[in-house]
């Protein structure tokens, strides 16, 4: 879990995977995001109405942190909530994201996802050629981004 919020701590986006009960899927990226104790993501519902009637629809949802330049992250599988200003946990959570935002982009609830599950995410150029090191997938990613 380390390693996770890690990736977490430093990932600028996250992007979120819903679907809705017609199995009809959303992804989306995500700005204001946090590791949460007890295993859980919290992340800031600023602009996602498609995302919360999603998971009021269906609550599975993956969220994946990935590091462009090293190409390497996280995917995250579990159960989403919306967590609205009345219930106990809001206050708490509300901290961590105003903490983040210093009170610049308003939100409206908080979407709290339950990990389940977590697998690595790397570039297929690791596997295939496995003498590839980070500092390689990093000064070539600049070059096609041009960093």
């Known amino acids: 879990m380390n390693d996770l919020k890690a990736y977490i701590d430093k990932s600028v986006l996250c992007w979120l995977a819903t ?37 009021k629809e269906n609550d599975n949802v993956c969220v994946s942190f990935i590091d462009v330049f090293v190409q390497k992250g996280f995917k995250i599988n579990g159960k989403a909530e919306i967590v609205s200003k009345n219930d106990l946990e809001y206050a708490t959570m509300e901290s961590i994201i105003l903490g983040m935002t210093e009170g610049k ?15 690595k995410i790397i570039a297929p150029k690791y596997i295939l050629y496995p003498e590839t090191t980070e500092e390689d997938q990093i000064k070539s990613a600049k070059k096609t981004y041009g960093v």
């Open 105 to 119: 982009f308003p939100f409206s609830n908080i979407i709290k996802i339950s990990i389940d599950n977590v697998r």
């Open 19 to 55: 679907s809705s009960s017609d199995n009809i899927p959303n992804v989306s990226p995500k700005e204001v995001f946090a590791f949460y104790p007890e295993n859980a993501i919290i992340i800031a519902n600023i602009a996602s109405p498609l995302s919360v009637k999603n998971i």
